[in-house]
C-alpha cells in the first residue's frame, strides 16, 4: 500500500551518503528529532534531477529554519550518491533505494521510464516527527519539478 497523507509512513531501513562514506539509515531511528523531507528523484546527474537537488542545496537553511531534515533518494548505488554529492556540494544526504524496495513501499516507481525499468518518481514526501506523512506530491512527469514554497507551506504547520 503505497504511503497515504495523514498516514503512518512505510518504515525502511538503507544506506545513507555523505559524500565520502555510507552507513545504515533507518527511518524509525531518525523520528522525533525533526521533521523529514523525503525528496525521490530519477537519476543521479541526470539535468533535471540536478537543478532539483541543487535547489534543495540552495533552499536548505529554510528548511532547517523549520526544523525539517532533507534527505534526496534514489536508485543510484551509494558510490554514484557519494559522487553526487561531491559534485555538486550538497549539504544535506542522500539515501540509495538501489533496490528499489522504498520506491515501492512508497507507490512511487515507474515500472518503465523511457526503456528504464525501475527507476523513482519525482516526488515529495513530508513526514512529520511521529512518523506520519503531512504532504505527499507525485509527478507521472520526470521534468516537472516540486513547488519548494508548497513543501515550506506544509512544513510551517507543524510543531
Request: hydrophobic share 40%; aromatic share 10%.
Amino acid at each position: 500500500m503505497p504511503a497515504e497523507l495523514n498516514q503512518k509512513a512505510p518504515d525502511f531501513t538503507t544506506k545513507v551518503c555523505d559524500g565520502e562514506k555510507f552507513e545504515d539509515f533507518t527511518l524509525s531511528k531518525e523520528l522525533g528529532k525533526e521533521n523529514i523531507v523525503l525528496a525521490f528523484f530519477p537519476l543521479a546527474f541526470s539535468p533535471v534531477c540536478t537543478n532539483e537537488m541543487c535547489s534543495f542545496r540552495d533552499n536548505l537553511s529554510q528548511f532547517s529554519s523549520l526544523k525539517a531534515r532533507v534527505y534526496g533518494i534514489s536508485v543510484d548505488s551509494p558510490f554514484v550518491l557519494n559522487a553526487f554529492i561531491k559534485a555538486h556540494d550538497l549539504k544535506f544526504k542522500l539515501l540509495t533505494d538501489f533496490n528499489r524496495e522504498i520506491s515501492r513501499a512508497y507507490g512511487v516507481l515507474h515500472e518503465d521510464l523511457m526503456g528504464l525499468k525501475g527507476v523513482s518518481k519525482r516526488s515529495v514526501f513530508v513526514i512529520d516527527k511521529q512518523g506520519v506523512v503531512r504532504y505527499k506530491w507525485v509527478s507521472e512527469d520526470p521534468r516537472q519539478l516540486p513547488d519548494l514554497a508548497a513543501i515550506r507551506g506544509a512544513l510551517e504547520g507543524l510543531a
